[in-house]
């Protein structure tokens, strides 16, 4: 069972920035895929960023690229999501995932999930 803790979300002005950490309970192999969601109030939870693990390609959610960047830390496990510019429509709770193969964007493909950190944005 992979377990995976978040942090670093909170509360910031439009404008502004955030770091989200991922920590992963086992070393990811590299058939895995690293990923973040977000989901909003009323809302779906929808894909926003991830990692194939082998080989660091990324994929982002359009209405993010150019903003967010998915990183990694192989000596920590770590995965980040660095938010830039941010806007109140990123606004979500924002959820770290993970799948023991290489997948794409569907919340479905993904295995296991952390609680969760909520981002807030303000005006």
């Known amino acids: 069972q992979v377990q995976l803790v978040e942090s670093g979300g909170g509360l910031v002005q439009a404008g502004g920035s955030l770091r989200l950490s991922c920590t992963t309970s086992?070393?990811?192999?590299?058939?895995?895929?690293m990923g973040w969601f977000r989901q909003a109030p009323g809302k779906e939870r929808e894909f926003v960023a991830a990692?194939?693990?082998?080989?660091?390609?990324?994929q982002y959610a359009g209405s993010v690229k150019g903003r967010f960047a998915i990183s990694r830390d192989n000596a920590k496990n770590t995965v980040y999501l660095q938010m830039n510019s941010l806007k109140p429509d990123d606004t979500a709770l924002y959820y770290c995932?993970?799948?023991?193969?290489?997948?794409?964007?569907?919340?479905?493909?993904?295995?296991?999930w952390g609680q969760g950190t909520q981002v807030t944005v303000s005006l």
């Open positions: 086992i070393r990811p192999s590299s058939t895995y895929t």
């Open positions: 990692m194939y693990w082998f080989n660091g390609v990324t």
């Open positions: 995932a993970a799948a023991g193969r290489i997948v794409g964007v569907s919340r479905k493909d993904y295995d296991y």
